[in-house]
């Protein structure tokens, strides 16, 4: 098992990818702590812990304070008398136009979405460096290295959490505790959900992502398990895109291919 | 004093489309220029209508020998050699599956390879002569990003922007600066197909500033890393695409969010 023994906090842990990643991090063997805002959901996540044979722990939190960050890594501790990694993907959107964007819209997705991604791995972080080991996962986007438009502040927290790996990477990985972001495509998830209910969307999303699918929770949990894991023991400041290659598909989405007469389709390749 | 003036630029490619309006421009900010191409009707014509400032050399970049004379003609024509503009390019489109070794090595050579010769040509002059230099590589954003079907073309145009960070790096101690500029959609004999009006149409759509690009929005751009103006500038990658290059997202269906 990838994570025999490893005790991991995943923020955001109540659904979706973050809840994805728990599943497998405790089939791989790791017990778990659920840090979300929603204690409903953070305990069902915990429930399907339990039924893989691992231990779990749920910390209602709100990521974005630090008072709340520092009882996530204590409660922890106190659980599971260490901390070995953290999978940072709590996320609230807030999409709207930038000429409307208000003030407080912005700072709720840059609060949760990179300023908490901050205070959760600062906080478990310490308690890595103490022990000289350690691993940071930051679930990102492709919109962090895509301008995604209409979404408000996300693209800017996404992007901000690639640079936040990298510093943690670069600041820590000399004492033992590694720091690495993950960049997901389309992913349908509760985030996501009410766009997927739209076939027409569905199919649209799928259609423009060169794999010709969208993906799924679980194959992004498979990019955070890998990075937790001592598989991953070289592997620091990297990001790591979970995308089916849609964010290099610019190109694709240029219409008219007739180089030299003929005519270029993708079908065809 | 103009922007250029007793400078001395080589272009690759320069008998058209960016390389021609680029050298067009250049020398009407002050300076003077080598127009290197194989199509010499082209280039011949482009000197002569740009008059005693530009003169045109049968250059084939992929032949170290011809970069070598492009040099010995800028030094005893106009008496030095200041910058070198790559852009001699050739298309080989087509699906990886079936593209023809010959036709990747064509673009390889003319893009990548006849780059280097060019630049090395160029450079040796400078190192040799204690001149200061500026080299601007036409990349793409087919270099960052892959353009499906176009064979060779965005393996070609990634390896410029390498070169350009390569020479860099080695050369900064001379003086010498290099650059890579990538254009985006951009009207020129080489991308005739935008001569369609609905390809065109759909391409300025897929542009965030909705147009496609013009031969001068890119010799803008060279010219400005070619000139003093840049002189803190090396090892660096300009976008000119409108916007397109950070663009995908837009071309996700769907925004029901909320």
Redesign the interface.
Known sequence: MMLEGKKIIITGGASGIGRASAVLAANEGADIAVADIDRVAADATAELVRAKGREALVVEMDTSKVADAQRMADEAVAAFGTIDGIVCCAIKQKPAKLEELSEEEWDMVIDIGLKGYFLCAQAAGRVMLERGSGSIVFVSSVGGVQAYNGAGAYSIAKAGNVMLGNLFGVEWGGRGVRANTVLPGQVPTPLTQAMFDDPEIAAGRAAVVPMGRVGQPEEIAEACVFLLSDRASYVNAAMLKVDGGQAESKMMHTPGRKWGGKSMDYEAS | MTQFENKVCIVTGGASGIGAKTAEMFVQRGGQVVIGDVNDEAGEGLAAAIGDKAVFFHLDVSDPASCEAAVDLAVARFGSVDGVVNSAIK???????DLAHADWNLVLEIGLTGSFLMSQAAGRWMIDNGRKGSIVMLSS??GR??????GAY?TTKAGLIMLAQHLAIEWAQYGIRANAVCPG?TETPLTA??Q?P??KQ??S??TPLGRVGQPEDIANGILFLLSDEADYVTAATLDIDGG???????????????
């Open positions: 298309m080989a489109p087509g699906p990886l599956k954003n087919g990003n892959p353009y499906g079907m176009s965005s959609h197909y935008l369609d609905e390809i759909a391409r759509d897929v397109i290059a950070k663009s995908v997202m837009n071309h996700m269906p769907g925004r029901k969010w909320s």
